[in-house]
């Protein structure tokens, strides 16, 4: 299928992609530490990852906390400690989308992962 140039379509493409794909949207890019180490850019957000905003507001950027939810629906992930206040008061998770982070601590709990993850650098060198 030709990629579009029009903003909308991109949106909707997005938007009405299989399950498969949005997967692979919830990438973020790892620290240059981690880089390093696993000879990989990015790899998909996990819940239990420990990450750090890069962008959005001034009382988010740079925030540092571990991921509570991976919605693959949005391509959002909601960190522990970034809330937002609702009208009533409460404060409610609020969801940041996978671009703007940066995996600082990989959660190694899943065998599968981390297997990929060496077999990825293998495979380069």
């Known amino acids: 299928m030709a990629k579009s140039s029009k903003a909308r379509v991109q949106r909707k493409e997005q938007a009405h992609a299989p399950a498969h794909k949005k997967s ?3 990438s973020s890019r790892l620290s240059n530490e981690l880089r390093e180490k696993y ?3 990015s790899i998909r957000v996990c819940k239990g990852d420990t990450v ?3 962008r959005g507001n001034e009382d988010i950027c740079g925030f540092e906390g571990k ?3 991976v919605f693959t629906n949005t391509g ?3 960190i522990e400690g970034v809330t937002v ?3 009533d008061g409460t404060a409610t998770a609020r969801p940041i989308h996978a671009s703007n982070l940066v995996v600082v601590k990989i ?4 065998p599968w992962r981390m297997d990929a993850l060496n077999s990825k650098k293998e495979a380069k060198q």
């Open 24 to 26: 692979k949207m919830l």
């Open 39 to 41: 000879g990989v850019r």
């Open 52 to 54: 750090v905003v890069l």
């Open 67 to 69: 991921v509570l939810d």
């Open 76 to 78: 959002r992930v909601s």
């Open 85 to 87: 206040e609702q009208a």
């Open 107 to 110: 959660n190694d709990e899943d």
